[in-house]
């Protein structure tokens, strides 16, 4: 296993210093950018707070290599905050009929569970959803992503409709949701990459092409030696997504057992 990390400044996401606190209050204390991965809407979250109090909500659909977003503004004034929590309410959207509101409360002692809402005109819940944000202090993990995948992303385009190719989605670790990024090959080397949200570092494992297996529908990735043995032990559903889990051992004990989703790069 490797470690990389990398920081770069990027016009969109500032660097700024976060305060963490268990204190709810103290998230529009002072500019900040805040990010983590909604799994069930399958985006990856960007809350950005700036000084001048006009502040953005990013949400970056994965399927598209985070290149397809919406980008909601809102200002200081719609920010409601107690010790506990705080919420916040987004302007009505003509476009997409319908408004969100955020309520945050403190999960760690730097880090929010955020439950977001869609609502109507008349201010009733028609959708609503999970996720954690992270402090981040330096560039979103999604730019991360991005410098290292922007310029490739349309090479993949000639795997479609087959296992191969660049495969994005997540790994549920001890209760959180990570980016995880999968470039998977029949005749050369596979990658993984488990990103984490707050952080500018990624894990990365190789998989050698004579240690896969591609046997109907099923996909193991194997990592083996005298003492150590990753498995990448995957199903796929129609070259559109891969589900399973990365089971690592050592010495015969069980060290990861992590639940993979994984969805097939779609580009427009």
Known sequence: MKLIGKVI?????????????????????QPGLWEGVNNEYQSFNLLKF??????????????????EFQKIPFSTKDVQCTSSECSINFPYSKRYKASKRLILTPQTVSGFHVIEME????????????????????????RNFLDK?????????KYDNTDEGLWIGTAFVNNTYHLLILELYRDKKSTLFEYYSGSNDAFIEDFEFENSEFVNNNINLII??????????????NNFMLQGYFISTLDDKLLRNVKIELYKLKLE
């Open 50 to 67: 700036n000084e001048n109090g006009k502040h953005f909500l990013f949400s970056l659909h994965m399927i598209s290599g985070l290149q």
């Open 119 to 142: 609502r109507d005109k008349n201010k009733n819940v028609i959708l609503s959803t999970t996720y954690q944000l992270l402090p981040q202090k330096n560039q979103s993990t999604a």
């Open 224 to 237: 083996q030696d005298d003492r150590t043995s990753k498995i990448l032990n995957l199903y796929n559903s």
């Open 149 to 157: 995948f922007h310029h490739r992303l349309a090479d993949f385009e």
């Open 9 to 29: 400044l990027f016009a969109c996401y500032l660097v700024i210093p976060h305060t963490y606190a268990k204190d709810a209050s103290k998230l529009i204390s």
